[in-house]
């Protein structure tokens, strides 16, 4: 009932920005939380955020709070993941989810992920 599509990724140096989009769609793309993971080669999928579509919170995971800032636009059906100050650990294949909050051990839709690559 959810379809979700990130994009956004690329290279970047360390220090330096990057704003990754997910676009959702489907009949119920705002009944679920909707939020980020992150996959970096030879690791297990990590938890990065969360975000709601009706309430305001928000959940991060210790690795990038302060650094990464999850926002949303309802009137475009994306959420967006900020991610500033990023080092080469953060380099991974960024998958956004919807599921029940808080979403980290509840993903039922997953989007294809997109690529971020930090050099150092």
Request: charged content about 20%; glycine content about 10%; some cysteine.
């Amino acid at each position: 009932q959810v379809q979700l599509q990130a994009s956004g990724g690329g290279l970047v140096q360390a220090g330096g920005s990057l704003k990754l989009s997910c676009a959702t769609s489907g009949r119920h793309w705002s009944a679920y939380a909707t939020g980020w993971f992150r996959q970096a080669a030879g690791k297990e999928r990590e938890f990065v955020g969360t975000t709601e579509w009706i309430r305001t919170r928000t959940y991060y995971a210790e690795s990038v709070k302060g650094r990464f800032t999850i926002s949303k636009d309802s009137a475009k059906q994306t959420v967006y993941l900020e991610m500033n100050d990023l080092k080469p650990e953060d380099t991974a294949v960024y998958f956004c989810a919807a599921g029940p909050w808080p979403l980290v051990r509840s993903v039922r839709y997953w989007g294809q992920g997109t690529l971020v690559t930090v050099s150092s």
